[in-house]
């Protein structure tokens, strides 16, 4: 009906908002994303809408828990390195 155009404008919302979000200086997650899920929206514009949902959310469990499980957690210092780590750093 005539209310489908609504999701066409809530995809570009999102999109939008990715877009600046990836557009950030440490939003390698909000590119990853972007680049994750075109394909999803790529297949709701021509196919089906009912698509694109499934594959967002997928992609948004899997490549955050991505970015979770990479996220620094702290400094390593390989225990034999020659290089002198500095005292702030062994403190952590």
């Known amino acids: 009906g005539y209310l489908g155009c609504l999701f066409f404008v809530a995809l570009g919302y999102l999109f939008k908002t990715l877009w600046a979000a990836a557009n950030q200086p440490n939003g390698t997650v909000a590119q990853i994303l972007y ?39 702290g400094v390593f210092v390989a225990p034999f390195s020659r290089v002198d780590a500095p005292a702030q750093l062994l403190s952590k």
Do not use: C, N, W
């Open 35 to 73: 680049i994750q899920i075109t394909t999803s929206a790529m297949r709701a514009a021509t196919h089906q809408t009912v698509d694109f949902l499934p594959g967002f959310i997928y992609s948004v469990i899997f490549i955050g828990a991505i970015a979770f499980y990479a996220k620094e957690r």
